[in-house]
């Protein structure tokens, strides 16, 4: 008969786990994620680095599903940044209303197409220190828009991944930049921009902020924080947001 560990038994065997067990489970972690999202990706509609930058800075406080519903329209009467940066505020607003925030948005998408246009001959840059600069655009933003529309390596800190990197016990930081430099030394570069991906997809499926779904969760023996939800399958399965695990 299998034995059951008791949450002191867990608590004290995460509590004692040196870097090279962290590393390890990490990437375990890691492996298991991809096996449960093998089509993870970025969830927002994009043909090229403009749509996606835009897109990206559109997606704070909202759903990714919300953006889409939006960007067509938005695209479809601005599709470069000289177009966008010329447009009346209002009838951008118009567009983004659904979004949130929308005044703010506005100014931001305005502005860092003026800034594109202006600084960078119409082109998105595919450098952090560049992308930065940028109006509304911060290094998460910066991130996405290079490992998606360049290849190039970069870890998301959003919502998701900082709760759930906090929950896996990988690190207490809670600052963006302090927890992206942390998870950024248990992986290998090549692995950045999936990761993010992958524990983006947990965060939006199974590891929910407030009932999180243990009990349905592949991760359960690897998580210090297994129990903060349902741990019951029955229960946990009525809190997953994609049918697949059901």
């Known amino acids: 008969m299998a034995t059951v560990e008791t949450p002191r038994a867990r608590a004290r065997r995460f509590a004692n786990e040196t870097r090279l067990g962290l590393v390890r489970r990490a990437r375990k972690t890691d492996r298991i994620l991809q096996e449960t999202y093998p089509d993870a990706h970025c969830e927002l509609n994009f043909q090229n680095p403009f749509q996606l930058l835009v897109a990206t800075v559109l997606s704070a406080q909202t759903t990714d599903k919300s953006v889409n519903l939006?960007?067509?329209?938005?695209?479809?009467?601005?599709?470069?940044?000289?177009?966008?940066?010329?447009?009346?505020?209002?009838?951008?607003?118009?567009?983004?209303?659904?979004?949130?925030?929308?005044?703010?948005?506005?100014?931001?998408?305005?502005?860092?197409?003026?800034?594109?246009?202006?600084?960078?001959?119409?082109?998105?840059?595919?450098?952090?220190?560049?992308?930065?600069?940028?109006?509304?655009?911060?290094?998460k933003t910066a991130n996405v828009v290079l490992g998606n529309a360049f290849g190039v390596p970069g870890i998301t800190v959003d919502t998701h991944f900082g709760r759930l990197v906090r929950r896996f016990g990988w690190t207490e930081e809670t600052d963006p930049v302090k927890v992206e430099s942390v998870v950024a030394g248990l992986f290998p570069p090549k692995d950045w921009t999936m990761l993010s991906h992958r524990l983006i997809w947990h965060g939006r499926r199974i590891c929910h902020a407030r009932r999180p779904a243990c009990g349905v969760c592949p991760l359960a023996k690897l998580c210090p924080s297994y129990g903060e939800g349902p741990i019951d399958a029955k229960t946990a399965r009525k809190l997953v947001r994609d049918r697949s695990f059901a």
């Open 70 to 139: 939006v960007t067509p329209t938005l695209f479809a009467a601005y599709p470069a940044p000289e177009d966008l940066a010329a447009a009346d505020p209002e009838k951008v607003e118009a567009i983004l209303k659904p979004t949130g925030f929308y005044r703010a948005k506005t100014k931001s998408v305005i502005g860092l197409s003026a800034a594109l246009r202006d600084r960078f001959g119409g082109e998105v840059p595919g450098r952090l220190a560049d992308l930065v600069t940028l109006p509304g655009v911060g290094r």
